[in-house]
């Protein structure tokens, strides 16, 4: 059974930092493309995303703070999120997408408040 599991969550004051790390197991991460959502009470958005290639792209709302990287030796992605503010705060979920195929981990909370 495939599983991305995500970790790395918590409290942090604003201003702070947090590194998200999503692990994959039954799937060899270099076919995928990765990305990290997040999902307030109400949506769910797209937050980074990196492709099998190493191209990147972000939400306007994070671009300059967060960084995505993968390391597929490892079967791991990380988000590493910088200069955090309280509308950062929600529920972050990793997701693969392959050819034909797609993953969504449980998610992490991210909860940034003083």
């Known amino acids: 059974q495939v599983q991305l599991v995500e970790s790395g969550g918590g409290l942090v004051q604003p201003g702070g930092s947090l590194r998200l790390s999503c692990v994959a197991s039954r799937i060899t991460l270099s076919a995928y493309d990765m990305a990290w959502y997040r999902q307030p009470p109400d949506h769910r958005e797209l937050v980074a995303a990196i492709?099998?290639?190493?191209?990147?792209n972000y939400a306007d709302s994070v671009k300059g703070r967060f960084t995505i990287s993968r390391d597929d030796a490892k079967d791991t992605v990380y988000l590493q999120m910088n200069s955090l503010k309280p509308e950062d705060t929600a529920v972050y979920y990793c997701s693969a997408t392959g050819r034909l195929t797609g993953y969504w981990g449980q998610g992490a909370q991210v909860t940034v408040s003083s």
């Open positions: 492709t099998s290639g190493g191209s990147t």
